[in-house]
């Protein structure tokens, strides 16, 4: 499965985060989207940065949706002051509307560039 997304994060404080992420992706033969609203706790701040996550996932995009709870790990590593390779692991327990098991794991792999 392959899917393509978005996330914005904004710090809070130089450990914790708050993140919005939207992706959409396939399973099951069902295409659809997702919204999270995460939570970030950073346990490595040096250059190479490596956080858990955790937040609530809303599949579908629309009130009828299933939501459900996302838990993962990622890290990010720098190329540039503003530019970097982003990595995360992610279990998600939402399952959307006629599929047969949660989304499950997912491995997440990016470009980051700060402001």
Same mark, same amino acid.
């Given at each position: 499965t392959i899917g393509f997304g978005a996330n914005i994060e904004y710090l809070f404080a130089s450990e914790m985060s708050g993140s919005l992420e939207y992706y959409s992706y396939t399973k099951d033969s069902f295409t659809t989207n997702a919204l999270d609203i995460n939570?970030?706790?950073?346990?490595? +701040?040096?250059s190479t940065q490596v956080y858990g996550n955790a937040g609530l996932s809303n599949i579908g995009g629309d009130p009828d949706s299933t939501l459900g709870l996302n838990l993962g790990a990622g890290a990010i590593f720098p190329l540039a002051d503003s530019f970097?390779? +982003?990595t995360a692991l992610n279990y998600n327990l939402a399952k959307p509307d006629g599929a047969q098991d949660p989304f499950g794991f997912g491995l997440k792999a990016g470009v980051m560039y700060s402001f």
């Open positions: 939570f970030r706790y950073y346990f490595v +701040t040096g970097g390779i +982003t």
